[in-house]
């Protein structure tokens, strides 16, 4: 990843370093986005100050309890009495069982004592960080929220053009390999497809069928931008359970950043919870890898409108995943519409307006007066065209 490439989040990030101990600082997201570097970045610079630095992973084999977590905190303890303050970063925290029981009752003792250890965790399970934080630590943290980079980051690091970005995706650990079309695809199945639902995934919950998780996560892929009910799922799928069960598995891989089932926006939300998912993916480079798998290259699916078209839409559809992740106080939840074969592809509602938008990338479309059918049912909806005849896909990609 390059270490010049500094994400959004850096600054302020430094700054809630630099002052006095207040809160836990916490930085989640999805596996090979940053969250490690971005941390690196923000302990260079703090070199020159007088703050110590401890820097450990629980991503390791044989760890086993909470004694590990505490004796690294020991450190930073003995640490922050020689030098006035010290900076713990504690990575991967969440594989520790029970781990944020023992982070809050070491944090209350520093409380208590006056210590000033500025702790920092970092998870690439951001869902399972969420929950534990949410139980044990209210009111002690801050979280730094890690998107999936973006078109512009993607361009000024590997000098992408957007095409390829809609390809490749927002990776920039496999941005390197594209090239080699077929060794990028083995390095995302297996160093981060496969990584992330074996390490991160699975210590979610329960699951009691990891093959069919796994499929589950191949189909949302592969229909990425598409409404697809649970009973035409349980269709695709041998073994399928029942729907509860596969709803229960996309709410799992949405928790690590990878896909999600968007819900149908209809203004009510015992009716949202009640429609069949639009699936999406958080990141296209998941699709790609995918094709090239299936024979499928850069070229030949660029050739191919129908296939690309659905590429456009999801990489649309992840960006506006990724703007909310980054932004969730400012940015609306995600959802599409669909009503009498007319269909809008994403609808954005928030307190002061309702955003309903259309990706046009040129191929054929079924359905021309869905933002108008869309209108007369929600007239205060803004409508909003991005690609063909709206506004140019470069333009809205390069957009804050």
């Not at 401890?54 to 505490?70: E, F, K, N």
Request: charged content about 20%; hydrophobic content about 40%; aromatic content about 8%.
């Amino acid at each position: 990843m390059p270490q010049q490439i500094q994400r959004a989040a850096l600054p302020s990030f430094i700054e809630r370093l630099r002052e006095p101990r207040r809160f836990l600082q916490v930085v989640a997201g999805p596996r090979q986005v940053g969250k490690t570097t971005l941390v690196r970045q923000a302990l260079a610079a703090l070199a020159s100050d007088r703050i110590a630095q401890h820097s450990v992973s629980a991503d390791s084999p044989g760890l086993q309890g909470t004694s590990w977590l505490s004796a690294q905190w020991e450190t930073a303890r003995a640490l922050a009495a020689q030098t006035g303050a010290c900076v713990l970063v504690l990575d991967e925290a969440q594989k520790l069982p029970g781990w944020t029981e023992e982070v809050k009752r070491l944090w209350d003792e520093d409380t208590a004592a006056g210590r000033d250890v500025r702790a920092v965790v970092l998870g690439s399970a951001p869902l399972l960080i969420a929950r534990g934080l949410t139980e044990s630590m209210a009111g002690r943290f801050e979280i730094t929220r890690m998107g999936h980079w973006r078109y512009t980051e993607m361009r000024e690091a590997f000098d992408f053009t957007l095409e390829q970005f809609i390809f490749y995706g927002g990776y920039p650990g496999a941005a390197p390999l594209v090239h080699d079309e077929t060794r990028w695809a083995t390095y995302v199945r297996d160093a981060l497809i496969e990584t992330t639902i074996s390490k991160d995934v699975l210590l979610m919950a329960p699951v009691q069928k990891p093959a069919l998780l796994r499929r589950v996560f191949d189909l949302a892929c592969r229909y990425s931008g598409q409404m697809l009910s649970y009973q035409k799922m349980m269709g695709q799928l041998a073994d399928a359970g029942n729907t509860t069960t596969l709803a229960h598995y996309l709410e799992l891989l949405e928790g690590a950043g990878m896909v999600c089932g968007l819900q149908k926006y209809a203004g009510q939300a015992v009716r949202q919870r009640a429609s069949s998912p639009k699936l999406q993916v958080f990141n296209t480079a998941l699709m790609g890898a995918l094709a090239v798998s299936d024979g499928w290259g850069f070229a030949q699916l660029r050739a191919t409108p129908e296939l690309w078209g659905r590429m456009v839409e999801s990489a649309v559809g992840a960006e506006l995943l990724a703007r909310r992740l980054t932004h969730s106080s400012t940015h609306p939840a995600l959802h599409y519409w669909h009503e009498s074969g007319k269909e809008v592809d994403y609808v954005l509602p928030d307190a002061q307006a309702l955003f309903a938008l259309e990706v046009k990338s040129g191929r054929p479309r079924g359905n021309p007066s869905g933002l108008d059918a869309f209108r007369n049912a929600f007239p205060q909806a803004r409508p909003m065209v991005i690609g063909s005849g709206g506004v140019p896909l470069p333009t809205w990609f390069e957009s804050p």
